[in-house]
């Protein structure tokens, strides 16, 4: 993504006297950078590798799961397969891709020069790299990488060998780059708005990814105390999760989704920013109720934080704690039901064109509330029972991650690609790569339902021959989804170096201050802050 | 448009097609598409509840949607639609608020009288405690008919099933050397706990799925309708075998279980009454036959090789006849080293068998045990040959 250098064209409305300083080029220039531009894309790079590493390490374990009895992995390799993909989609792709969109596009967005600490914006994502190689280098050791399972549930992650250890820095390592940046994200929002922009009139993406900043602070530090009593556990002889010193194992669980699950939350909120974006620009018409959608962001963030036992419903609590835990998740519904109803509101009467964003911004909201139907189901206690720990949870999450988290990511990188690059996409192949991705996703996940609900657990290497078609259907439409997103990959590189020309705005529904720069985005941008105008910029509400 | 509907009806024939297939076979685990057929009223809640749940969310699912796609549809740049301009409607937002509100508490009524339900562990016919091993459960019955019966309860599907592309039976992976034995119509106390990690106890058709907690105890309970097999998994990722500890159920009826209960305390009163043998000697009669080690050796002295060549003659005179082997090793030492060991000693039992003039595909090699199941010191440090079902 070289296309974007520190001797790019400047912004027109930027007339510049100071562009005498030290510049280096090269590496240097990636691993010295302060600019948001630079490290936004960086952060979008290394997510994309990150995503083709954890799926490879799908396809592998789908390829296993392909014919019942083993085939290719020991079932030892194949629990690190299923912890592994889990650690790198979750704290690798995902939650980096989104600091990058908003590296890239807050400052754009709000008007600001740059992020607030530039120079920690810089080392937050360099921290990332020497976490990513522990990771992944942990498969390498004696022992491999860990097979807890990416919760690491004590005691089995207890009792894992140094590729555990390697894992828990790599957490610890990543947690606190995800500070640093939820930090820079608050800092930046608050304080380097254009004049005029007041909170209730900020961008949505920009209200998503303020709530998230909050999360993450709120819980990196849980998941860190959660890993780093397990790491004493594992070699200074502490007992917090081992019954013979008088620790629990159930402790464990109750830390890891404090953080678990509102870290759910910090990987949809900001998908649900990016869809916000998009669905009004391609409807041409307002965002329906854009108070009532902060509201609903908002009050999914802090239910977030009372919901986490419902990952627990089969550890054996207490009938009243579990009624609660049943009542408040049952609650998370209806707000995310309001983002859903204001979506659809938006596209009602409005003046719908489907270019690659808008398909998958639409294809996102009907796949990713097929995810919350089964969440809604999966929140009812005694059928969780039944849920908990079968396949029928892989499909869940897997609809909201993939089709949520995911589709949302594909949504915005289209839509703010010619932005980044100054060229168009290839329209044609940006809506192949939808279709495709769209349908062998449905390939590769309806079955597992199917699959759940009949008694497949998860996290097995072998299965009954009588769950063998859903599971060759599941990994044929895996296959295919991978190489789409392949596919996906030429489609941007193809950007990258050419392409139609793109206008400043290059849609025609677009609003908003970071169509008011010039594509592709100069490096340096809104020197001065811009004024901004709540009718002409999209705020009118 | 197209898509929903196929999808909606998906659903609705798998939720068919799995009730017809069961309702022919009367079986018990090859549900396909839904939850397998309950035997118990609390699985039967559970049934209905997620029907229920279904019904719901296909309903939401045709509303919203149908809006969705008719917008998609008609409002169009296109089809020359122009944008209207409107956005919030006080009424509309609270409508959408409040409806789903509504929606939720008619799914948390019935939830609710469940949870209650599945909690009272009270007035137990029979209590067992079920533990959790890498990778076996053990079964000890602590009150009512049967108090006192104890057996470890492993996969007995042959290895050669899992790693040799032999051909699979019905119960692939799903069925144990003992199962579990209730009877019908009681209500069975299952205590869970666990020796290692978590583990957890699974039975669908029960619906019962109940963590087993080293160092705690949980409890759970079911009472089963009707006679059957039923079978279940561990559910809980507990390790390198996590896919290989299921649990198998026979629920019997009463008189059966009687009669059950009676071989096992027979059993368990020779077992207890009999001398204790020297464990040098070697069951020359016929199998199953031990064969013993020295400390952390898997090399086999003159007893070991007589024992085997015995039983390679009662092979040789029995010609469809089958055995397997499984190693075991003594309570010291790491549980890797021990479990190495244990399959070091079978290989070399199974390879003097076969230089006996054995047949390898007459020996089913058993994953080796972890647990000295009963014996430490020598008893422990063995190989036992057994006929194979």
Same mark, same amino acid.
């Given at each position: 993504?070289?296309?974007?250098?520190?001797?790019?064209?400047?912004?027109?409305? @930027?007339?510049?006297?100071?562009? @005498?300083?030290?510049?280096?080029?090269? !590496?240097?220039?990636w691993i010295t950078t302060t600019n948001h531009k630079d490290i936004g894309t960086m952060y979008l790079v290394f997510s994309f590798i990150m995503f083709l590493s954890g799926g490879v390490m799908a396809l592998t374990i789908r390829s296993e799961l392909f014919q019942p009895g083993l085939q290719l992995v020991h079932p030892e390799f194949f629990n690190q397969l299923t912890t592994m993909h889990g650690l790198v989609m979750v704290f690798g792709a995902i939650m980096p891709a989104f600091v990058g969109f908003a590296n890239w596009m807050l400052p754009l967005m709000l008007g600001a020069s740059d992020m607030a600490f530039a120079r920690m914006n810089n080392w937050s994502f360099?921290?990332?790299?020497?976490?990513?190689?522990?990771?992944?280098?942990?498969?390498?050791?004696?022992?491999?990488?860990?097979?807890?399972?990416?919760?690491?549930?004590?005691?089995?992650?207890?009792?894992? %060998?140094?590729?555990?250890?390697?894992?828990?820095?790599?957490?610890?390592?990543?947690?606190?780059?995800?500070?640093?940046?939820?930090?820079?994200?608050?800092?930046?929002?608050?304080?380097?708005?254009?004049?005029?922009?007041?909170?209730?009139?900020?961008?949505?993406?920009?209200?998503?990814?303020?709530?998230?900043?909050?999360?993450?602070?709120?819980?990196?530090?849980?998941?860190?105390?959660?890993?780093?009593?397990?790491?004493?556990?594992r070699h200074f002889g502490t007992s917090f999760f081992s019954a013979a010193g008088g620790g629990d194992p159930v402790l464990y669980q109750h830390v890891f989704w404090f953080f678990g @699950?509102?870290?759910?939350?910090?990987?949809?909120?900001?998908?649900? %920013?990016?869809?916000?974006?998009? *669905?009004?620009?391609?409807?041409?018409?307002?965002?329906?109720?854009?108070?009532?959608?902060?509201?609903?962001?908002?009050?999914?963030?802090? !239910?977030?934080? #009372?919901?986490?036992?419902?990952?627990?419903?089969?550890?054996?609590?207490?009938?009243?704690?579990?009624?609660?835990?049943?009542?408040?998740?049952?609650?998370?519904?209806?707000?995310?039901?309001?983002?859903?109803?204001?979506?659809?509101?938006?596209?009602?009467?409005?003046?719908?064109?489907?270019?690659?964003?808008?398909?998958?911004?639409?294809?996102?909201?009907? #796949?990713?509330?097929?995810?919350?139907?089964?969440?809604?189901?999966?929140?009812?206690?005694?059928?969780?029972?039944?849920?908990?720990?079968?396949?029928?949870?892989?499909?869940? &999450?897997?609809? #909201?991650?993939?089709?949520?988290?995911? &589709?949302?990511?594909?949504?915005?990188?289209?839509?703010?690609?010619? +932005?980044?690059?100054?060229?168009?996409?290839?329209? +044609?192949?940006?809506?192949?790569?939808?279709?495709?991705? *769209?349908?062998?996703?449905?390939?590769?996940?309806?079955?597992?339902?199917?699959?759940?609900?009949?008694?497949?657990?998860?996290?097995?290497?072998?299965?009954?021959?009588?769950?063998?078609?859903?599971?060759?259907?599941?990994?044929?439409?895996?296959?295919?989804?991978?190489?789409?997103?392949?596919?996906?990959?030429?489609?941007?590189? +193809?950007?990258?170096?050419?392409?139609? +020309?793109?206008?400043?705005?290059?849609?025609?529904?677009?609003?908003?201050?970071?169509?008011?720069?010039?594509?592709?985005?100069?490096?340096?941008? &809104?020197?001065?802050?811009?004024?901004?105008?709540?009718?002409?910029?999209?705020?009118?509400? | 448009m197209r898509t929903m509907a196929a999808r909606a009806a998906f659903f609705a024939l798998g939720i068919l097609g799995a009730q017809a297939s069961l309702a022919e076979t009367g079986a018990t685990t090859n549900s396909r598409f839904n939850l397998q057929q309950p035997v118990t009223h609390i699985a039967e809640q559970i049934y209905n509840m997620h029907t229920f749940m279904l019904i719901i969310c296909l309903l939401i699912f045709i509303a919203v949607f149908g809006v969705m796609f008719y917008s998609v549809y008609a409002h169009r740049k296109s089809k020359g639609a122009v944008a209207a301009q409107f956005h919030e409607n006080t009424t509309v937002e609270i409508a959408w608020t409040i409806v789903p509100v509504l929606i939720l508490l008619g799914m948390a009524w019935?939830?609710?009288k469940t949870v209650l339900a599945m909690k009272d562990t009270s007035n137990s016919d029979i209590t067992i405690k079920a533990t959790g091993y890498q990778w076996k459960w053990s079964y000890d019955y602590i009150k009512g008919e049967g108090a006192g019966i104890h057996f470890f309860s492993t996969l007995s599907t042959p290895r050669a099933q899992i790693d040799r592309g032999e051909w699979k039976g019905d119960n692939y992976l799903l069925e144990v050397d003992n199962p579990l034995v209730v009877p019908v119509g009681k209500k069975v106390r299952i205590l869970t706990t666990a020796q290692d990690v978590i583990h957890s106890w699974w039975v669908p058709a029960f619906g019962v799925k109940q963590d087993a907690i080293p160092g705690f105890i949980r409890d759970t309970w079911f009472r089963a309708d009707r006679e059957g097999i039923f079978r279940g998994n561990c559910a809980e990722l507990c390790g390198k075998d996590h896919g290989f500890m299921p649990i198998e159920v026979h629920v019997l009826s009463e008189s059966k279980y009687r009669e059950w209960v009676a071989g096992q305390m027979a059993a368990a009163g020779a077992a207890a009454s009999a001398p204790i043998a020297a464990p040098a000697q070697v069951q020359a009669a016929a199998l199953p036959a031990s064969v013993y080690f020295d400390s952390s050796k898997d090399r086999l002295d003159d007893a070991g090789k007589a024992a085997i060549r015995v039983a390679a003659d009662w092979l040789a005179a029995n010609a469809d006849a089958r055995v397997t082997i499984t190693g075991y090793t003594d309570k010291t030492g790491r549980l890797d080293k021990n479990q190495e060991l244990a399959k070091n000693r079978a290989v070399a039992v199974r390879d003097t068998l076969v230089a006996d003039g054995v047949a390898e595909n007459r020996i089913v090699m058993q994953p080796p045990a972890l647990v000295t199941e009963g014996g430490d010191g020598r008893a422990g440090r063995r190989v036992e040959i057994k006929t194979a079902q």
């Open positions: 993504m070289s296309a974007v250098t520190p001797e790019a064209t400047l912004g027109h409305e @930027h007339a510049h006297d100071h562009e @005498h300083h030290y510049a280096p080029s090269g !590496l240097m220039r360099w921290l990332l790299p020497p976490a990513a190689i522990l990771l992944i280098g942990s498969f390498f050791v004696p022992g491999g990488a860990t097979a807890a399972g990416w919760t690491l549930y004590a005691p089995l992650s207890v009792q894992m %060998g140094m590729g555990m250890d390697m894992a828990i820095f790599a957490i610890h390592i990543m947690g606190a780059s995800s500070i640093m940046g939820a930090i820079n994200i608050v800092v930046t929002i608050l304080n380097m708005r254009a004049p005029g922009m007041t909170l209730m009139r900020m961008p949505m993406f920009a209200w998503t990814w303020l709530i998230t900043a909050y999360l993450l602070i709120a819980v990196m530090p849980v998941l860190a105390g959660a890993v780093t009593m397990v790491l004493t556990d @699950h509102p870290e759910v939350y910090i990987m949809i909120l900001p998908a649900f %920013g990016i869809v916000s974006q998009i *669905i009004p620009t391609f409807a041409r018409k307002p965002l329906f109720g854009y108070a009532s959608m902060v509201y609903a962001t908002a009050s999914i963030a802090i !239910l977030s934080f #009372v919901v986490w036992a419902h990952h627990m419903f089969v550890t054996g609590m207490p009938a009243p704690t579990q009624l609660f835990f049943m009542y408040a998740t049952m609650l998370i519904a209806v707000p995310t039901g309001v983002k859903v109803f204001n979506w659809i509101a938006t596209m009602w009467r409005g003046s719908m064109t489907f270019e690659t964003p808008m398909l998958f911004a639409v294809g996102f909201i009907f #796949v990713f509330t097929m995810g919350g139907f089964t969440g809604l189901m999966c929140a009812i206690a005694p059928a969780d029972i039944q849920y908990q720990d079968t396949y029928f949870v892989v499909a869940h &999450f897997h609809y #909201v991650l993939v089709a949520g988290s995911l &589709f949302a990511l594909f949504a915005g990188t289209y839509y703010w690609i010619p +932005k980044w690059t100054g060229h168009m996409y290839d329209e +044609k192949l940006g809506r192949w790569h939808f279709w495709a991705s *769209i349908i062998f996703f449905n390939i590769t996940f309806f079955p597992m339902h199917f699959l759940g609900l009949a008694g497949m657990p998860r996290r097995v290497p072998d299965y009954n021959p009588v769950f063998t078609d859903f599971n060759e259907i599941a990994t044929i439409g895996a296959f295919g989804f991978g190489l789409s997103q392949v596919f996906f990959l030429y489609i941007v590189i +193809k950007c990258i170096r050419g392409g139609e +020309k793109a206008a400043a705005s290059p849609w025609e529904g677009a609003q908003g201050l970071e169509w008011t720069v010039p594509s592709p985005a100069p490096h340096h941008t &809104f020197e001065t802050p811009p004024t901004f105008d709540p009718v002409a910029h999209g705020a009118h509400h | 019935p939830a609710t």
